[in-house]
């Protein structure tokens, strides 16, 4: 019999649990995914219990793991293993020692919600998935599903046969901006007159049509406004409101390659409005899962933020840019404005000193146009003009 079989036929020999916990009833594919579970948990050190050793003296009561199977010593033991000295360990003791309580401890610690909502997949677009650079990208069986809405802190995990592309963006943001917009007119002229308006038609609506107003009561026409549909405006609009709608993309895949848990996961950072990208199988009929840790929607809001929130990750990032637009500066000093300068040292130009200093004429040839040579003893100032490797590039200014 494996080591797994066992596990399975011992649960459900012993799956009376203690007064104190909810009877579970599970089928036999529960049993199966429980059994191999706890022997994954074992295996892994992930419940305390350490694998046994010659070399440790254990005492009765002990629990070690050997052989795929965890045991529980009878009596005081030192050395090699030995049958008569252990019993095998059941699921049902696991669950009546605590271990099971362990999980339930860990997913306490870390603040597991219990409510999970299930989001079944609807296609809004076919033949096309949202490409890492958020824009859309025709592939045949692909498809982009309809709008999904996420809360603060919801983790989504998105199911998928096999893995996307690396193009693909599983997990895009839809983003609507709202903006004013300038409208260009096309016109129309009189026929008596070709140089004053007749009509005006807005280049985003072809149906607005206005026509122009003139007063002729006086020698030269004047336009007075415009008419449209009965109304009299003194000016043609100059904007118009516009929405429009981007992706933004959330999940990139740095390769093609797929979960072993089968999912995509994205930890949200504020409510939002997303799409799912991927095989139509996926988006459309897929069941996405939404679940919720209080450690991550902690993390989501002290490093990644909450709306209104100035968080770790905010300053980081602030002061990123703010470093880098001083280095800019530093990189092109001509930018660079400030009512005075306090330098220790004169300042260099390529190397050279701006200004060099001598007693008498310059016997030193310039290094750069614009360099200046002072005169210390006669109290005369001269300035480079050219540079040919002679002292009679200098030219006095005084």
């Given at each position: 019999?494996?080591?797994?079989?066992?596990?399975?036929?011992?649960?459900?020999?012993?799956k009376?649990?203690?007064?104190?916990?909810t009877?579970?009833?599970?089928?036999?594919?529960?049993?199966?995914?429980?059994?191999?579970s706890l022997?994954?948990?074992?295996?892994?050190?992930?419940?305390?219990?350490?694998?046994?050793?010659?070399?440790?003296?254990?005492?009765?009561?002990?629990?070690?793991?050997?052989?795929?199977?965890?045991?529980?010593?009878?009596?005081?033991?030192?050395?090699?293993?030995?049958?008569?000295?252990?019993?095998?360990?059941?699921?049902?003791?696991?669950?009546?020692?605590?271990?099971?309580?362990?999980?339930?401890?860990?997913?306490?610690?870390?603040?597991?919600?219990?409510?999970?909502?299930?989001?079944?997949?609807?296609?809004?677009?076919?033949?096309?998935?949202?490409?890492?650079?958020?824009?859309?990208?025709?592939?045949?069986?692909?498809?982009i599903?309809?709008?999904?809405?996420?809360?603060?802190?919801?983790?989504?995990?998105?199911?998928?046969?096999?893995?996307?592309?690396?193009?693909?963006?599983?997990?895009?943001?839809?983003?609507?901006?709202?903006?004013?917009?300038?409208?260009t007119?096309?016109?129309?002229?009189?026929?008596?007159?070709?140089?004053?308006?007749?009509?005006?038609?807005?280049?985003?609506?072809?149906?607005?049509?206005?026509?122009?107003?003139?007063?002729?009561?006086?020698?030269?026409?004047?336009?007075?406004?415009?008419?449209?549909?009965?109304?009299?405006?003194?000016?043609?609009?100059?904007?118009?409101?516009?929405?429009?709608?981007?992706?933004?993309?959330?999940?990139?895949?740095?390769?093609?390659?797929?979960?072993?848990?089968?999912?995509?996961?994205?930890?949200?950072?504020?409510?939002?409005?997303?799409?799912?990208?991927?095989?139509?199988?996926?988006?459309?009929?897929?069941?996405?899962?939404?679940?919720?840790?209080?450690?991550?929607?902690?993390?989501?809001?002290?490093?990644?933020?909450?709306?209104g929130?100035?968080?770790?990750?905010?300053?980081?990032?602030?002061?990123?840019?703010?470093?880098?637009?001083?280095?800019?500066?530093?990189?092109?000093?001509?930018?660079?404005?400030?009512?005075?300068?306090?330098?220790?040292?004169?300042?260099?130009?390529?190397?050279q000193?701006?200004?060099?200093?001598?007693?008498?004429?310059?016997?030193?040839?310039?290094?750069?146009?614009?360099?200046?040579?002072?005169?210390?003893?006669?109290?005369k100032?001269?300035?480079?003009?050219?540079?040919?490797?002679?002292?009679?590039?200098?030219?006095?200014?005084?």
């Amino acid at each position: 019999m494996s080591t797994r079989q066992g596990y399975i036929e011992d649960y459900q020999e012993n799956k009376m649990v203690p007064e104190t916990s909810t009877v579970m009833v599970l089928d036999v594919a529960r049993s199966q995914a429980l059994s191999a579970s706890l022997l994954a948990l074992v295996e892994s050190n992930a419940l305390g219990y350490s694998t046994f050793s010659t070399v440790e003296t254990y005492a009765a009561g002990d629990i070690v793991f050997y052989d795929r199977k965890l045991w529980k010593f009878t009596a005081e033991h030192t050395g090699a293993w030995d049958a008569e000295d252990v019993e095998e360990y059941s699921v049902k003791d696991i669950i009546e020692d605590g271990a099971l309580q362990r999980i339930l401890f860990m997913e306490t610690s870390f603040g597991k919600y219990d409510a999970i909502r299930d989001i079944t997949l609807s296609q809004g677009k076919s033949g096309k998935y949202v490409n890492v650079d958020g824009m859309e990208t025709s592939a045949a069986g692909y498809g982009i599903s309809n709008a999904v809405e996420l809360n603060f802190g919801d983790i989504l995990l998105v199911p998928s046969a096999e893995a996307v592309p690396a193009s693909v963006s599983v997990v895009a943001r839809v983003v609507t901006r709202t903006y004013a917009k300038v409208i260009t007119y096309a016109y129309t002229y009189q026929q008596e007159d070709p140089t004053l308006y007749d009509t005006a038609t807005a280049d985003y609506d072809p149906t607005l049509v206005y026509t122009a107003v003139y007063d002729t009561s006086g020698e030269t026409p004047v336009l007075t406004g415009w008419t449209i549909g009965g109304e009299t405006i003194e000016t043609l609009p100059a904007t118009h409101e516009v929405t429009e709608s981007y992706y933004e993309p959330l999940v990139k895949q740095a390769v093609s390659a797929m979960p072993s848990t089968g999912y995509y996961v994205y930890l949200c950072p504020s409510a939002m409005t997303v799409v799912i990208s991927g095989y139509t199988a996926t988006v459309d009929g897929g069941v996405c899962k939404v679940v919720g840790w209080g450690i991550f929607k902690n993390i989501v809001s002290n490093f990644i933020g909450a709306p209104g929130q100035s968080v770790l990750a905010q300053l980081l990032c602030d002061l990123d840019a703010r470093v880098k637009g001083i280095m800019a500066r530093l990189e092109n000093l001509g930018e660079v404005k400030a009512i005075t300068i306090d330098s220790e040292n004169l300042p260099m130009v390529c190397g050279q000193p701006l200004v060099v200093e001598g007693a008498g004429a310059p016997s030193v040839v310039p290094q750069f146009v614009g360099q200046r040579y002072h005169d210390t003893t006669n109290s005369k100032c001269y300035e480079a003009f050219a540079v040919t490797g002679a002292t009679s590039n200098w030219v006095l200014l005084n």
